[in-house]
């Protein structure tokens, strides 16, 4: 079956743009969860969702970053006024029901550069 | 704060050679630990070990938890050049909402 996709897979915008980053995870599962990966470190968890639902937001780093899961599929992460320093490699994953010991599934991420 | 540490950061090796990677953690009430491969964007799931002394294997690869001393080991032996990637190594802890916390990863270098 069709694993975790992420479009785009490269965006480059403008400092001070808005930007939309798109997930779809696996088929069925009820969780999911969005990292940001910067060059040399190790994935950073961003927001976990648990259908549609937003059940644990406090990796986002501050307001201009918002995500949305409006039909328990599909999520969308919304990047307003964007700074140099939201370049990174955004991540997606997806896990069967979120509850217990659960492997998350990741897409294979969208690279944001922000000129 | 839950901490994930890994090492080396960085290895050269020969095709044939075997690894052992290093994971040590320090999380309030673990839940298990993952490790995964990371060649270039999306991070692949390798293993997910919940219990001590209990060895994980898949092919040439395998993986064992210590969760006495807090740490973890991935072996590959007989080393390929396919094998060369971002090992990564995570945590999640019971009550945290199954968030991963990764270490900086190893990157693992196979030369022919």
């Known amino acids: 079956g069709a694993g975790v996709s992420q479009t785009p897979s490269n965006k480059v915008t403008e400092k001070g743009k808005y930007v939309e980053l798109r997930c779809d995870p696996i088929?069925?599962?009820?969780?999911l969860y969005w990292y940001r990966q910067s060059l040399g470190q190790g994935p950073e968890f961003l927001i976990y969702?648990?259908?549609?639902?937003?059940?644990?937001d406090s990796g986002l780093p501050n307001d201009r970053f918002f995500a949305v899961r409006p039909e328990g599929s599909v999520s969308t992460l919304k990047i307003q006024r964007t700074e140099r320093g939201d370049s990174a490699v955004y991540l997606c994953a997806s896990s069967l029901k979120g509850t217990g010991p659960d492997t998350q599934y990741f897409g294979p991420g969208t690279r944001l550069t922000v000129l | 704060e839950d901490k994930v540490v890994q090492s080396p950061l960085s290895l050269v090796v020969h095709e044939g050679d075997t690894v052992t990677l290093n994971c040590s953690y320090e999380?309030?009430?673990?839940?298990?630990l993952l490790w995964y491969k990371q060649e270039k964007k999306a991070p692949t799931f390798l293993f997910m070990l919940t219990s001590s002394g209990i060895e994980k294997k898949s092919g040439r690869l395998s993986s064992i938890l210590d969760k006495k001393e807090l740490f973890s080991i991935l072996n590959i032996t007989a080393t390929q050049t396919g094998d060369s990637a971002v090992y990564l190594c995570a945590v999640e802890a019971r009550g945290s909402n199954y968030k991963l916390t990764f270490g900086k990863g190893t990157l693992l270098t196979v030369n022919p």
């Open positions: 088929s069925g599962h009820t969780a």
């Open positions: 999380v309030t009430n673990f839940r298990s």
């Open positions: 969702f648990q259908g549609t639902g937003a059940a644990d």
